[in-house]
């Protein structure tokens, strides 16, 4: 039996009507709704007390819970956990995830002169969601942290997720031309040179990342176009279970070393991990392992994802019963903490 759209979509609905001022007609092409779908949606979502003043997102003390307990288990700053149904498909889950990241962005963003930027489906949604004026203008700067990819797949098109961020933010943002991927030792023209040195000089200085996460590779069924097709054979035989900006890593956090390799444009992972705030945006799709190895390795400060993959997250690690699931507990090394530490510290 077909249930209704769940709380994060009516949600978002209401935050188009509302916050973005779109019309009940914008709002119905936008999701794939009728109008009269569209005025019931908004009309449900007073009854939910989701319209007041201002928009309250989402939450309950079951994802409070999940959200206390994943930050503390995995050891991140903090942990957003947002409600979705069971059946929720990987598009709606993305959305539901980005929804609230628009919300949470501007404020974990605003005391950061320098903020890179990832891919990805949540990533480029969230993109899509922030509003005009989300942050107070002139900073901060937004840098690529991975070259283009792609001729079709907006989700990988990292210009135009700078591009969205500094204008809703009222900020400068940096652009990339140079393809994430290329053969190995493939050289350089002089100006291409150049752009990369501009680009590792910001990498240095990043304060704060906005990054997404993949499913493993097995489970992906698209993989970067530009990946060699040996390599893509080698990833999917491998014990990989996700990847950051197409470094691909193992369950210890362990980056994916193939024997036909290739060069990537894209900050070091150990870079990454020195990172003051890097906040990942994902969910669905089998990711749990990728976040749990990622938090373990010290790649992610930060997290927002959805309820069922929390639950699943705490699982594979194991912890003390909550209110959702009983699991057995076991310990957790986070390898990437002393590096973090170290760097903030400074």
Known sequence: MKTGPDVSTIYRIARYYYAEGLSQEDIAAKEGFSRSQISRLIERARDLGLVKITLIPPTDLRTEELARTLAARLGLVSAIVVPVRKSADADEIAMAIATRAADLLPELLSGFDIVGLGWGNTVYKTAELLSKGSGKGGKPLFVPLIGISGDDNPNLQINTIIDRF???????????????????????????????????????????????????????????????????????????????????????????KPEHGYDLLAIDMEQLAKVKRSICLAGGGNKQAGIVAAAKAGY?????????????ALDLIGGEEGSWHSSKPSSMAKKGEASRSEANSK
């Open 166 to 256: 500094s204008s809703c933010f009222r900020a400068k943002g940096l652009f990339v031309n140079i393809p994430s991927v290329r053969e190995k030792n493939a050289p350089l023209s002089k100006i291409e040179e150049q752009r990369v040195v501009v680009l590792e000089e910001r990498w240095a200085q990043v304060e704060a990342a906005v990054i997404g996460l993949g499913a493993p590779p097995s489970d992906s069924p698209n993989l970067i176009d530009e990946l060699p097709i040996e390599y893509k054979a080698e990833l999917k035989k491998s014990k990989s279970c996700g990847d950051i900006l197409a470094h691909f890593f193992d369950s210890d956090g362990e980056i994916f």
């Open 300 to 312: 992610i400060t930060d997290l927002v994802t959805d309820e069922c993959t929390a639950i699943a």
